[in-house]
């Protein structure tokens, strides 16, 4: 069981992306659901989450550009970019828990996908 990413691409700086990552298993509704983004030579780091109810965090540096949402019924949680720079580059995952409280971290992260790269040009 695992997430699967799409989406991604080369985008020129100031475009746009909406990622999707979809869940193999039967259901994610009772889980808060990660996007997860890492750039080349860094660590992984929390970008948005989405818990159970909908509530949704998401990181300062991408406040204002990134939403997060989520579709229970086709297994699916979705990230809108807007006004992409080439810091957010990177390759993006989902990842699962229970709650959003650890997301900035992605400690006790389950369901890892593969990712999807997206490369912004300046």
């Known amino acids: 069981l695992q997430f699967v990413e799409s989406g991604g691409g080369l985008v020129q700086s100031g475009g746009s992306l909406r990622l999707s990552c979809v869940f193999s298993g039967n259901t994610m509704a009772h889980y808060a659901i990660t996007w997860f983004r890492q750039a080349p030579g860094n660590e992984r780091e929390g970008v948005s989450c989405?818990?159970?109810?909908?509530?949704?965090a998401v990181t300062n540096a991408v406040k204002g550009r990134f939403t997060i949402s989520r579709d229970n019924a086709k297994k699916a949680v979705y990230l809108q970019m807007n006004s992409l720079t080439p810091e957010t580059s990177g390759v993006y995952s989902c990842?699962?828990?229970?709650?959003?409280?650890?997301?900035?971290?992605?400690?006790?992260?389950?369901?890892w996908g593969p990712g999807t790269r997206v490369t912004v040009s300046s």
């Open positions: 990842a699962d828990n229970t709650t959003c409280n650890a997301y900035h971290t992605g400690w006790n992260y389950d369901h």
């Open positions: 989405i818990s159970v109810d909908g509530t949704t």
